[in-house]
């Protein structure tokens, strides 16, 4: 699924799908956890909780159905963020998703119909820019790896982050708990990117950064499908063209294709046109 979805509660997520779910204490945070974990729990799902303490999971873990059962078994594990994903600059968003990917394929073979993952994040994003834009890239690679393979995952933000930092990691997220009203997802492979939903002036800059991240080290051309685009208004617009620009300087020419008319017009305005856009 790629189109964006905005979610109301943390169930009713089914294999593919890739939530960004933000909390504002502890207890927010369990009322996202268990309610996700029961749910992977009853469809036999291999779960797996990864936060800034595992004492503190455990706690968050205490009213889980049959919580000591899947420790024992192994259904359920719990780890620290650093754990998985690494302190300070030790972090290759390729390598986590080829660990997850591992970790999906041993819980088939383990008889599970999938795996799980309620994932804090938070501990990445505050690291600074350049930590920032690895985990964007690390949040579009797994959000393509998951639309091939059975994983669920509700990736958990502290709100105390802010819009700034929070509003491109949304993005990346077809499933989405908070944010702009307005709702974008860019999605894609390789060199081929879509991006969905509305995008106006409050995720003109989201769209900027995230964009500008995770096509800035592909070499040669970069096509961005705008087919599925239901709105831009002029600021989206200006983002797109000032993402060209950066990313030029790169060496990339991002490609736009497929503009629904009303886009293209505010394309238009900056010069983007002709054999950059192809209106509906």
Known sequence: MTAPRR????????SGDHACWTFADAADLSAAVLPFLDEGRRLGEQLLLIGASRPELLRVLAPLPGRDELLADGQLQVHGTDAVYGSGDRFSPEDQVAAYRTLVAEARQRGRTGLRVAADVTPRA??????????????HLADAMMGA???TALCLYDAA???????????????QHSGSEALAHLSGRGLSLSLHGEVDVTL???LLRALVDVACDAPGEVVLDLSALRFLDVAGARALARA????????VHLRLV???????RCLALFGLGGGDVVPE
């Open 7 to 14: 979610l109301d509660a943390p169930t009713g997520l089914q």
């Open 244 to 251: 060209t620009r950066l990313l030029r300087g790169a060496d």
């Open 126 to 139: 505050r690291h600074g820019a350049g930590a920032r834009r690895q985990l964007h890239v690390y949040e």
């Open 204 to 206: 003109a800059d989201d």
């Open 258 to 264: 497929g503009a629904p008319r009303t886009a293209a």
């Open 149 to 151: 393979a059975p994983m």
């Open 161 to 175: 982050l802010g819009d700034d930092v929070l509003g491109p990691v949304t993005l990346l997220h077809p499933d």
